[in-house]
């Protein structure tokens, strides 16, 4: 099968690499998760807890934030809700509709998957130097502001 022209020939194409990164990024972030008492979360919670925020969200926003339909992070939600990490409670800012918020159980989770992140961060930092790492991360941020700046 013949190669598509245009791609690179010295390294992965750029899809190739960020799914693997954000594999190997929820395989580190999750693997210590039941050594501190969240055995119970599984890898697609964490769409939810990476887009609910400290202060909560609308289910909408939520669902649009982590690219799940309605039904999908609903159901997420849900799980996450009979487990204890988050509650829906009245919007102060409109009394019909509903917050996602996290619990004192998820503000903890939250807490501690901060932790993990920072430590995944050194590690990695560690691998390919600081500046290198920081760098990459600058570059990525710019890269997608730039694409959020191109949206309708």
Not at 22 to 51: C, V
Not at 66 to 91: K, Q
Not at 99 to 109: E, I, K, M
Request: contains cysteine.
């Amino acid at each position: 099968m013949e190669r598509s022209r245009g791609l690179p020939t010295d390294r992965p194409a750029v899809g190739q690499l960020l799914v693997r990164l954000l594999h190997e990024f929820r395989r580190e972030l999750s693997e210590p998760m039941a050594e501190r008492g969240y055995g119970d979360i599984r890898p697609p919670h964490l769409q939810i807890f990476g887009n609910i925020g400290w202060d909560g969200r609308r289910l909408t926003e939520i669902a649009a934030r982590a690219e799940l339909s309605l039904s999908a992070a609903s159901e997420l939600i849900n799980d996450l809700e009979e487990l204890g990490y988050v509650e829906r409670v009245p919007d102060t800012r409109d009394r019909r509709a509903k917050l996602v918020v996290p619990t004192a159980r998820g503000r903890q989770a939250l807490q501690d998957a901060a932790e993990r992140v920072a430590e995944i961060e050194h590690h990695w930092g560690s691998l390919v130097g600081r500046d290198r790492f920081d760098d990459a991360c600058h570059l990525l941020s710019s890269l997608l502001d730039e694409l959020s700046a191109d949206d309708p």
